[in-house]
């Protein structure tokens, strides 16, 4: 089992940066990658960026070249910097942990970019 909670989520002004946590605990030796997804009001839940345990990253078009993923060393802290946020970035980002055979998600939290 993995649990996971997401943080630093709020309330930004359009052009403004904010950096979101995922904090990781239970069997995180497990996990094999991390992501971020989000999902906005009506619309589905979709891929924002992943970080593989070696390091490697991947992002959606959408947020390619404003957003970063990193993860600590002990692997149980995974950040989510957003620069130069958009009115359409405006979501609930969820945090996401895989490991081989399932996955486990966090609670979410809300960001607002206010144009």
């Known amino acids: 089992q993995v649990q996971l909670v997401e943080s630093g989520g709020g309330f930004v002004q359009a052009g403004e940066s904010l950096t979101l946590s995922c904090a990781a605990s239970?069997?995180?030796?497990?996990?094999?990658?991390m992501a971020w997804y989000r999902q906005a009001p009506g619309q589905q839940r979709k891929f924002v960026g992943i970080?593989?345990?070696?390091?490697?990253?991947n992002y959606a078009d959408s947020v390619k070249g404003r957003f970063t993923i990193s993860a600590n060393d002990a692997k149980n802290m995974m950040y989510l910097q957003m620069n130069k946020l958009k009115p359409e970035d405006t979501a609930v980002y969820y945090c996401?942990?895989?490991?081989?055979?399932?996955?486990?998600w966090g609670q979410g939290t809300q960001v607002t970019v206010s144009s």
């Open positions: 996401k942990a895989n490991v081989v055979i399932s996955s486990y």
């Open positions: 239970g069997k995180i030796s497990s996990i094999d990658t």
């Open positions: 970080i593989s345990s070696a390091g490697i990253t």
